[in-house]
């Protein structure tokens, strides 16, 4: 059954109609509410500051946050790549249960660390479980590595669990970080050129973006090269000269997509502008390693509130109109979505660039991108909420 045959048979709620929708609702008010609270426990303290500390926080933006829109983004998109059943209903319920559960979880006071460790895994444990076996039935090879990348993302959250001391916290999260830039890579390196390059076909006729080519692979090859070393051994000059490297790469692949062009879409350039931040952000990260006189914190955030941030919003804004039948466009409360999030990004990473500012801007950028996720929610909260639109 196709997809599309799938959404018209399903009789359920629709929140549990397609997998987008509940990740994509409750990920980002997560989301929304994980960066704020971090801030204010940092600045007051309190009854809270033994559980909401700088791990939680890490944690929950990466295991949390950004765990539910990947994992959202792929239930909807894995069925298209493979042309099987979609993962909906019951199942995708339960699927939700286990990262709400994860959620709470984290929260809970006095828990033991094992029981922490197996309820807040299970969700991506699962997850995986669920993209290897599409992958494999539908012999859709390509998508290979996105299965690998959602294995380790699972495998690096149960590490920061366990903390083996042959492994460690700080490895534990930079392999999870890793995995969720390489899915960037990957994903955000298809459907950056393919959208544009439909836009602009019946839009602008001229140049289009480049085809996929060898050097699409060789910069792949080298992002991935460069932030392995940086798992291992993060501090290395030559891993730093690596990772700028890689981030120039980046860029030069993005310039051959024509981004400019579609200036006046905006459901388009956001994603090119979600990726000039990947590029950019290994490149600060890069210069930091090799003793440039700013904090890592600078190319960290431009990868997690620059890259992650603005890719997620572009392909969550635009992914729930598609798939709820509204038009593809967007609209003055969209592009002030667009405007909030970038804000935050480039906020957060001045304060790692001047330590002067660092503290305003911790708590700016957590503003700023807390009013991007709960614009989110209040504006789109409704289409992924309730059945789509016939057309």
């Given at each position: 059954m196709?997809?599309?045959s ?6 359920g ?47 929950e ?21 493979t ?5 909906i ?50 012999r ?22 366990l ?54 692979a060789l ?17 290395l000059?030559?891993v ?7 981030g ?17 879409q ?5 994603l ?10 290994l ?21 997690t509130?620059?890259?992650?941030g ?16 509204h ?9 002030l ?41 209040a ?12 057309n």
């Amino acid at each position: 059954m196709s997809t599309a045959s799938a959404m018209r048979a399903y009789k359920g709620p629709a929140l549990f109609s397609f997998g987008f929708r509940p990740f994509f609702l409750f990920g980002s008010l997560w989301g929304a509410l994980v960066a704020p609270l971090w801030v204010y426990v940092l600045a007051h303290g309190g009854d809270l500051s033994d559980r909401i500390g700088l791990d939680w926080h890490i944690h929950e933006m990466l295991f949390g946050y950004v765990a539910a829109i990947v994992g959202g983004f792929l239930l909807t998109a894995v069925p298209n790549w493979t042309g099987r059943y979609p993962v909906i209903g019951a199942r995708l319920a339960g699927l939700f249960a286990l990262w709400a559960a994860g959620r709470a979880a984290m929260l809970l006071p006095g828990l033991d660390r094992l029981l922490v460790a197996a309820i807040d895994g299970a969700y991506l444990l699962a997850l995986s479980a669920v993209i290897w076996r599409e992958v494999v039935a539908g012999r859709n090879w390509r998508n290979l590595v996105v299965a690998l990348a959602i294995t380790g993302l699972a495998a690096s959250n149960i590490a920061f669990h366990l903390r083996p001391e042959a492994i460690g916290l700080d490895v534990a999260v930079r392999t999870g970080f890793t995995a969720v830039v390489l899915l960037l890579v990957l994903i955000g390196g298809r459907v950056t050129p393919s959208f544009t390059r439909n836009w602009l076909a019946r839009q602008k006729p001229g140049r289009l973006p480049a085809a996929a080519s060898r050097f699409d692979a060789l910069v792949i090859g080298v992002t991935i090269l460069a932030l392995a070393g940086w798992i291992v051994k993060p501090d290395l000059a030559g891993v730093g000269l690596a990772l700028a490297a890689a981030g120039a790469l980046n860029l030069l692949r993005l310039a051959r997509w024509a981004g400019w062009r579609t200036a006046t879409q905006p459901l388009v350039w956001i994603l090119h502008l979600g990726y000039a931040w990947l590029g950019v952000g290994l490149v600060l990260l890069g210069l930091a390693v090799m003793g440039a006189p700013f904090a890592p914190s600078a190319g960290l955030h431009a990868l997690t509130v620059g890259a992650m941030g603005v890719m997620i919003l572009a392909v969550t804004t635009r992914a729930a109109r598609g798939h709820t039948g509204h038009e593809l466009s967007a609209g003055a409360g969209t592009l002030l979505l667009y405007v909030l999030i970038n804000a935050a990004a480039l906020v957060r990473v001045a304060g790692g660039l001047w330590s002067d500012i660092y503290g305003l801007a911790l708590i700016l950028s957590s503003g700023l991108w807390a009013a991007a996720l709960l614009g989110f929610v209040a504006i789109y909260g409704p289409m992924l909420s309730q059945p789509r639109l016939r057309n």
